[in-house]
């Protein structure tokens, strides 16, 4: 009987949306330390025995996938690629099944670094597709924003993700006053160069501590201004309702094919109404939001004998409360504790 209970469960919440794309961290370390992100020294990483085993990740994304309704699975952290075993758990996933019978679909968030090594065997064990962050295109900027003068590997891995079928290769960037704004433009043409999509995030108070303010992020509305110096854009709407980049297309110019950019203005304008996100933290913390103040503890359960039943039920239930928006806006907002990198973006 549980069983039956659980094939009916899926991750709804009581504003009526229904999360289908499960966010696992693999990890909270990471080999760069960009500004906005995580402090130059690093973090307190989570000691190993914290840390989620393969096994357990695995079980966790066949509970999501094989009972709750999850179609897709996005791997990040910190730096996923850090990982050792991504090829053998990116594996295990590309094995599951949901009660439909399909596939789920499965990508990577990655800085890059070691990709252009392991594309091909990643490729080969299921993963789909994979989104690169980019934050500059000239080398000194890059080792600016990511302490770490990398930007030669970032490139390398994102031309090996392209010949090992990765597509279609996104490029993520964050936009900062004062820091990269100027690179808007040379990014994107690198992008249409090579048939990649590039996206603007804006940046988002979970970084280091005091080192977000309204003053400092660069919005949505002043990223197009700074992209239509250089090139035709035309609104196109969103890839679908709860995709969260606003998209348009480039038209060709001089020298450069067209292609799509993309924006995610999760601080200017919001799409939480739209989200369809679930969150698994690197300890096993599910979250309902990259903004919680919350989480539901998974690992200890998983630890102590629960059936998947039981962690279906639990993480169901969590996932009825979840806030109908981050409210970034709201009078006394507090960021969560845990920034970015230790929560998986
Ligand atoms: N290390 C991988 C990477 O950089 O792609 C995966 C983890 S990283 C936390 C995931 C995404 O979050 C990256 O695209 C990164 O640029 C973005 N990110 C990190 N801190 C952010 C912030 N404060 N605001 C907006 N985006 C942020
Ligand atoms: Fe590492 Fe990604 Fe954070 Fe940069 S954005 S410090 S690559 S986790």
Not at 10 to 33: F, I, K, P, Y
Not at 248 to 255: A, C, E
Not at 318 to 326: C, E, L, N, V
């Amino acid at each position: 009987m549980p069983a039956t209970v659980a094939q009916h469960l899926e991750l709804r919440d009581r504003h009526g949306r229904v999360a289908r794309d499960l966010r696992l961290s693999l990890t909270d370390r990471c080999n760069l330390r960009c500004t906005y992100c995580m402090p130059a020294e690093g973090l307190p990483w989570l000691p190993t025995a914290d840390t989620l085993t393969d096994a357990e990740v695995v079980r966790l994304a066949r509970i999501a996938v094989g009972t709750l309704g999850v179609d897709q699975v996005r791997f990040t952290g910190g730096e996923p690629l850090l990982r050792r075993s991504l090829e053998d758990i990116v594996g295990a996933v590309a094995a599951l099944r949901t009660p439909g019978g399909t596939r789920p679909e499965i990508s990577l968030t990655t800085n890059g670094l070691g990709l252009a090594h392991r594309a091909t065997a990643l490729r080969g064990a299921g993963l789909d597709r994979v989104n690169i962050s980019l934050d500059a295109v000239e080398r000194e900027r890059y080792a600016q924003i990511a302490r770490r003068d990398r930007l030669p590997d970032v490139i390398a891995g994102i031309d090996a993700a392209t010949a090992a079928g990765l597509t279609p290769v996104k490029l993520n960037t964050v936009l900062m006053r004062g820091v990269n704004e100027d690179q808007a433009v040379p990014l994107l043409a690198f992008a249409l160069e090579r048939g990649h999509q590039l996206r603007f995030i804006e940046q988002m108070p979970l970084g280091p501590r005091h080192t977000w303010s309204r003053d400092a992020f660069v919005p949505s509305a002043e990223i197009r201004a700074l992209l239509a110096a250089r090139f035709a854009l035309t609104p196109i709407g969103r890839d679908d309702d709860a995709a969260p980049a606003t998209l348009w297309r480039v038209d060709p110019s001089p020298g450069l094919p067209g292609g799509t950019v993309g924006i995610i203005a999760s601080v200017s304008e919001p799409f939480c109404g739209a989200c369809d996100r679930t969150r698994i933290t690197a300890d096993g913390q599910m979250r309902t939001c990259l903004f919680s103040r919350t989480e539901t503890d998974l690992r200890t359960p998983l630890r102590a004998g629960a059936s998947d039943e039981d962690i279906a039920a639990l993480w169901a239930g969590a996932t009825w409360h979840k806030p109908a928006g981050h409210g970034i806006d709201d009078a006394g907002f507090e960021p969560p504790d845990r920034t970015m990198s230790a929560i998986g973006g």
